[in-house]
């Protein structure tokens, strides 16, 4: 006799993923769903609404890494379960992190000796690293003024207003004034001098930007440091300098060796850098590092021994993944300086190549400098039609994410385009922006102006509010747009 099996109404492993009720019906957005589902069913869902996030390769606002090769991708895959911070059960891992920071230590010049160790720890990122840089000046600050019997009730930080949103995190977050030099049209850099005159008692550093996330460009670390030196022979004062090489860091000692902006400058006593961006590995890994112990105060090290062994341990956070650190490492073993300079050599090269590319349609101001980082930030010449926002909403269209933002203050009238360059950002992919941006001019050449369209409207039925004008305007161009997409697809 034949026996056959019988499957209930609930079991549809032998379904097609999408013909099972599962993918055929939503699930609740924002509550736990009551039952479960299986487990292709539940990949399938997810993957399906992913697949609508834009290419993190074309997301060319992003300084981010986006690539790596896939011996590394193993090597990350197959640390996933590690927590980083169980350094005695995961003594290698530890080890591996502190090689790390002591190659990281020489190649930004720390005044090491032979066989000593560097300080410094990994982080998340560049805002995890900048925190505690900023905790350390603040707390050896602190300690100084309450040696010499002065108030340490109002400590101040000075930078460019160019700086990027975690500085202004770590003044709010732990009560220090954030004095800002502003910026001016065709300067959009902390300009040394000004920063210098803005130091006072109360200032636990100056921070210097090596890459501007603006333009890229690199600040003047070695006229601050020879500036301040002096303001601090006249005052007395022992004001130093912490370096924000999160773009830079990588970039710099590869292909600007003769720069001086790190450790050989006597005031900068801490330096951050992001891993994730110029060091090659994806998100979720930062450095900082610090000129000698004498800079991190002790009592910001903090010892614990429940997790097997005396650890000493200076973060924000506690546990996180150990793949960032080891693919760190992977990057620093397996391309060397020379592979590091060939791929930052790339990349300035595809620099070059995108901003000849857009200066050839004679329509944009280039506002990027050719040494800093390797990106392009450029402006319209004439933006009184058609602005750099309308430029980045249709470059979407071709699958390119292309930021279009204003500068701070006092530059905020003038907007810009930026395209960040990586490693896995080519020549051939360069060319072809340029040719989509070429496209979207010619398309908005032949569109009316959003203002010409808000001055008609207005002149037709009155004053109006500037919300009801957006309404209008918005409701307008939508209309204009969807008729032209109509009449390109009628058949002839």
Same mark, same amino acid.
């Given at each position: ?334 391309? &060397?300086?020379? %592979?590091?300079?060939?791929? @930052? $050599?790339?990349?300035? #090269?595809? /620099?070059?190549?995108? !901003? ?102 207005? &002149?037709?039925? %009155?004053?109006?509010?500037? @919300? $009801?004008?957006?309404? #209008?305007? /918005?409701?307008?161009? !939508? ?14």
């Amino acid at each position: 006799m034949v026996l056959s099996n019988t499957f209930s109404d609930s079991d549809e492993s032998i379904h097609s993923t999408f013909a099972s009720r599962y993918v055929r019906t939503s699930l609740p957005r924002f509550k736990m769903p009551e039952n479960s589902i299986p487990k292709d069913a539940a990949y399938q869902i997810i993957n399906d609404e992913l697949m609508l996030d834009g290419n993190p390769r074309l997301n060319l606002a992003s300084f981010v890494t986006t690539w790596m090769e896939p011996e590394c991708d193993k090597l990350m895959m197959a640390s996933i379960n590690k927590n980083y911070v169980d350094m005695d059960e995961y003594p290698v891992t530890t080890e591996l992190q502190n090689r790390c920071v002591n190659m990281i230590a020489h190649l930004f010049n720390a005044p090491l000796e032979d066989s000593e160790a560097a300080v410094g720890v990994g982080t998340v990122g560049s805002s995890e690293a900048i925190m505690l840089a900023g905790l350390a000046f603040k707390r050896k600050w602190q300690n100084t003024r309450k040696a010499q019997g002065l108030p340490y009730d109002k400590p101040n930080i000075v930078t460019g207003a160019n700086v990027q949103v975690c500085w202004e995190k770590f003044a709010r977050y732990f009560e220090v004034e954030l004095k800002e030099v502003k910026l001016s049209e065709g300067y959009y850099v902390m300009d040394p001098v000004k920063a210098v005159e803005m130091v006072d008692e109360n200032t636990i550093c100056v921070a210097a930007i090596l890459g501007s996330t603006l333009n890229g460009e690199f600040e003047d670390v070695k006229l601050l440091n020879d500036l301040l030196l002096e303001k601090n022979k006249q005052t007395g004062w022992d004001t130093p300098i912490h370096v924000d090489a999160a773009s830079g860091g990588f970039i710099a000692p590869f292909i600007y060796p003769e720069l001086e902006w790190d450790f050989r400058l006597p005031l900068v006593k801490s330096i951050n850098v992001s891993g994730h961006k110029y060091g090659l590995v994806y998100a979720g890994i930062g450095w900082v590092i610090w000129r000698s112990k004498e800079d991190l105060p002790e009592e910001l090290i903090f010892h614990i021994n429940y997790l097997g062994a005396d650890q000493p341990t200076f973060t924000l956070n506690f546990s996180k993944g150990s793949s960032q650190v080891i693919a760190q490492y992977y990057q620093l073993i397996r391309l &060397g300086f020379e %592979g590091y300079r060939n791929v @930052m $050599e790339n990349c300035h #090269e595809n /620099a070059m190549v995108l !901003k000849q590319g857009l200066e050839k349609t004679g329509r944009f101001n280039i506002v990027s400098k050719d040494d800093g980082v390797p990106l392009v930030a450029f402006s319209l010449k004439d933006n009184k039609r058609h602005d750099e926002f309308e430029v980045a909403e249709m470059l979407r269209r071709f699958g390119w994410i292309v930021p279009a933002y204003t500068m701070p203050a006092d530059a905020q009238h003038v907007t810009v385009l930026r395209v960040v360059i990586r490693e896995d950002f080519s020549r051939t992919l360069a060319e072809r922006l340029v040719l989509d941006i070429t496209k979207v001019l010619h398309e908005l050449d032949s569109m009316p102006s959003k203002l010409l369209i808000a001055a008609q409207q207005n &002149g037709k039925n %009155g004053k109006k509010t500037e @919300m $009801e004008t957006q309404r #209008e305007v /918005a409701t307008y161009w !939508k209309k204009f747009v969807s008729d032209i997409k109509t009449s390109r697809n009628k058949i002839c």
